[in-house]
């Protein structure tokens, strides 16, 4: 395949997704918007689904205005459900696995990590609380992954993370190739320097544009998308997902963490070479499960609105 038409008649989809989480009964649990691509010409649905800053939250939410939402038995079955309805399905997680309950207290990461594999995630990115037990405990739940961790601006080469991570990962879906590849915000500032040792921050905006050249000239993929725990957006120059957006070009969707935003449907933004990128955050605790369908032909690639399950 070659490069697509990216999210044709996105601007009506949107609409539609809108008008449909206005209008449409939480009783089956999901909202749903799509734009139907060219009829004459087999189409290939991909489906991403991805959560963020979930902090260790196993159980549903106790009290408060998220009271019995949530829950990692929930999300389970609605993953399965999708995979059901469409097997070329991603589930991708960005960052903040680990603190929040006491969970993590007692477990250390270690059931965050086996209920994800039970779970069949894909790839998650990793986040400034994921090092909250320090780098030696990160390194220490790894064994109970059985998916990658993929971060391509923190170098561990001096640590004992080196070689445990990778830089991006391409999967293969009914043909069509998908490369991920994964940015972290800085972490000086924000997590002690004991806890991540000799970690060396990357620049985001040119390693992200590294990244992009690579799976497109050289593994050839079809889309490109990038898991991120930067953060929505900020006042001031402080890299965010907006700005990555902004700045880079070839990346078709960024799904972000960190600053717990729940986006209501992506933001689209025009990127450096004017181009449309979709920008989404499904906010925190395992409370939404977001999911964008990519519609791909020979002609084009579509890209129907989000999905959010309120779990």
Known sequence: MQRRKFIKNTTAGMMVGAGLWSNTAIANGFFSSTIEADKSLRTKKITILHTNDTHSHIEPINGGRNDG?????RRAALINKVRAENPNTLLLDCGDIFQGTPYFNFFGGELEIKLMTMMGYDAATIGNHDFDNGIDGLYKQLPHAD?????????FS?????GKTRTHRVFVKDDVRIGLFGIGIELQ???????YKETQYLDPVERARDMVKMLREEENCDLVICMSHLGYSYRGDKVSDISLAKATSGIDLIIGGHTHTFLDKPELVTNAAGKTVMVNQVGCYGINVGRIDFYMNQGNLEAGSEVVYEI
């Open 147 to 155: 998916f990658d961790f993929v971060i391509s601006n923190y170098d």
């Open 69 to 73: 939402r949530g829950g990692v038995a």
């Open 189 to 195: 500032g924000l997590v002690a320097p004991s806890m």
């Open 158 to 162: 001096n640590t004992i993370m080196d």
